[in-house]
């Protein structure tokens, strides 16, 4: 069984950074969280930010230029660095999941997520 923990949150001013883990335990060896999403107070969960296996990244258009996506296979660890933080990034960021590697079956598999606050 694999469980992800999110971390790395907090309440910042806009204008800071933060960087965010989700650090996956258990039997990794054919699961690896790679997607970043998030959820506002009253609205549904978004995709912020994915990395392919093979390291290639998206972002939703919200995001491009203001944060990035990486992944350490060797430490279990995904992480999302954001930079230039808005109030409209307020939400609880959750890793996320989405497919066993070994077998390639669908998974959805979620931490508990992070509460980032940007806020003056």
């Known amino acids: 069984q694999v469980r992800l923990a999110e971390s790395g949150g907090g309440s910042v001013q806009p204008g800071d950074s933060l960087r965010l883990?989700?650090?996956?335990?258990?039997?990794t060896r054919c699961i690896s969280a790679r997607n970043w999403?998030?959820?506002?107070?009253g609205k549904e969960r978004e995709l912020v930010?994915?990395?392919?296996e093979g390291g290639r990244p998206f972002y939703a258009d919200f995001?491009?230029?203001?944060?990035?996506?990486?992944?350490?296979k060797g430490e279990n660890?995904?992480?999302l660095q954001?930079?230039?933080?808005?109030?409209?990034?307020?939400?609880?960021y959750y890793c996320?999941?989405?497919?066993?590697d070994c077998s390639?079956?669908?998974?959805?598999?979620w931490g508990q997520g992070t509460q980032v606050t940007v806020s003056s």
């Open 96 to 100: 996320n999941a989405d497919k066993n």
């Open 49 to 52: 930010a994915e990395i392919s």
């Open 82 to 92: 954001m930079n230039n933080l808005k109030p409209e990034d307020t939400a609880v």
């Open 21 to 27: 883990h989700c650090v996956a335990s258990g039997d």
């Open 37 to 41: 999403y998030r959820q506002a107070p």
């Open 63 to 72: 995001v491009k230029g203001r944060f990035t996506i990486s992944r350490d």
């Open 77 to 79: 660890t995904l992480s």
């Open 104 to 109: 390639a079956r669908a998974l959805d598999l």
